[in-house]
């Protein structure tokens, strides 16, 4: 399975950043990282998707149009 913590710390975003950027509530992704629920089909999709618009250098702007 996914390591939560590792992916969240590669896309340099707080918890607080990466739950809003997941589109979930806060607490939902410490439990991720925690180990103590593992993220669905839909939540990985969207995660996958946030590692390429880092991969791509689009991230920033992605959180700045879309979350700021």
């Given at each position: 399975?996914?390591?939560s913590?590792?992916?969240?710390?590669?896309?340099?975003?707080?918890i607080?950043?990466?739950?809003?950027?997941?589109?979930?509530h806060?607490q939902?992704w410490v439990k991720?990282?925690?180990?103590?629920?593992?993220p669905?089909?839909?939540?990985?999709r969207?995660l996958?998707a946030?590692?390429?618009?880092?991969k791509?250098?689009?991230l920033?702007k992605?959180?700045?149009?879309f979350?700021?």
């Amino acid at each position: 399975m996914i390591d939560s913590k590792k992916a969240r710390e590669q896309l340099g975003l707080s918890i607080n950043e990466m739950a809003s950027a997941m589109g979930i509530h806060r607490q939902t992704w410490v439990k991720w990282e925690r180990g103590e629920r593992d993220p669905g089909a839909a939540a990985l999709r969207r995660l996958g998707a946030l590692l390429w618009l880092k991969k791509k250098k689009m991230l920033k702007k992605y959180i700045e149009d879309f979350m700021g």
